[in-house]
């Protein structure tokens, strides 16, 4: 069975920090996907890569895939109140439609 | 308009009793899935369907049953219930964007207790 570990599993910081979340596995996957979710509400996607060693920006936030396209880490610069929430990062199995979800980190930014 | 919409939004109910939870999308896509959430947050997929033709089953007990009557909307009815199952289940529908690259859209998701 696939895995995906997230770390940390919560993470309480200030308005104003930066901070990186980290989505590792044993396994290859085709794609990964990042997703946060506010309570009551669904996943939302906020970016997908693809090719290792891939970077993509979305304002403050940076997303990397490992070289390998086992691991990922999603980094928030200057983090605001509104940045909280579950994020969630999902392989994709190659060859098909499967995605594995992470264990999830909670981030708190305190204003 | 909602992309992905979920009846209920909460649904209590006893052990024993039979329930089903409707699915509907409108973003056109060719696959939905269903997913459930634990306590500890943790997304697991349960189903999906590719052109209302089941293509991911995983490890569910066959108390859970899916159906799609067509390829807008994906039902999950449940009979048996018990208490294992209180969770949140979310509906969720993806298309090929490009090659290799899926993007997924989740419903807001049904609270189900079981009591």
């Known amino acids: 069975t696939q895995l995906l570990e997230q770390s940390p599993q919560f993470l309480s910081i200030q308005e104003g920090e930066n901070l990186t979340v980290y989505c590792n596995s044993s396994?290859?996957?085709?794609?990964l996907q990042w997703y946060r979710q506010e309570p009551g509400e669904g996943p939302v996607l906020l970016v997908t890569?693809?090719?290792?060693?891939e970077v993509k920006k979305l304002k403050r936030l940076t997303f990397q895939f490992g070289d390998a396209r086992k691991d990922s880490s999603l980094h928030i610069t200057a983090a605001q109140p509104g940045d909280t929430g579950l994020y969630l990062c999902a392989g994709k199995q190659h060859g098909t439609y499967k995605y594995i979800f992470g264990t999830g980190t909670r981030l708190k930014v305190l204003a | 308009d909602t992309a992905v919409s979920q009846t209920p939004k909460y649904l209590v109910t006893q052990m024993g009793n039979d329930k089903s939870i409707k699915c509907e999308q409108n973003?056109?896509?060719?696959?939905m899935y269903w997913y459930k959430q634990d306590s500890k947050k943790f997304l697991k997929i349960m189903f999906s369907?590719?052109?209302?033709?089941?293509?991911i089953n995983e490890t569910v007990p066959n108390r859970f049953s899916p159906k799609s009557p067509d390829k807008a909307h994906l039902n999950l009815h449940i009979n048996s219930l018990e208490l294992g199952d209180s969770a949140v289940y979310f509906c969720?529908?993806?298309?090929?964007?490009?090659?290799?690259?899926?993007?997924?859209?989740f419903g807001p998701g049904t609270r189900l207790t079981v009591t």
């Open positions: 969720a529908s993806s298309q090929v964007v490009t090659s290799g690259i899926f993007e997924q859209y």
């Open positions: 369907y590719n052109n209302k033709e089941l293509i």
């Open positions: 973003l056109g896509h060719d696959t």
């Open positions: 396994s290859v996957f085709s794609s």
């Open positions: 890569v693809v090719t290792g060693g």
